[in-house]
């Protein structure tokens, strides 16, 4: 058997199993009890340090205009 034909033939069989484990895997994980609260936080990352959306850039401009 020569080299490409053992690699084709592990590639159809035990690399497609493995891929097929691996997504049956990621999709278990993702959806596993007690994960909620971890991507509620992961989803909230881009507003947690906004009080007020400009609120810095309409101080700026408050204090130029009144000077």
Do not use: C
Request: no cysteine; aromatic share 14%.
């Amino acid at each position: 058997m020569d080299t490409y034909s053992w690699l084709r033939e592990l590639a159809d069989s035990w690399v497609l199993l493995a891929m097929f484990l691996f997504f049956v895997g990621s999709i278990l994980w993702v959806f596993r009890p007690g994960s909620r609260a971890v991507h509620d936080e992961t989803a909230q990352i881009p507003f947690r340090n906004d009080d007020r959306p400009g609120q810095a850039a309409q101080d700026s401009n408050t204090k130029e205009l009144q000077s």
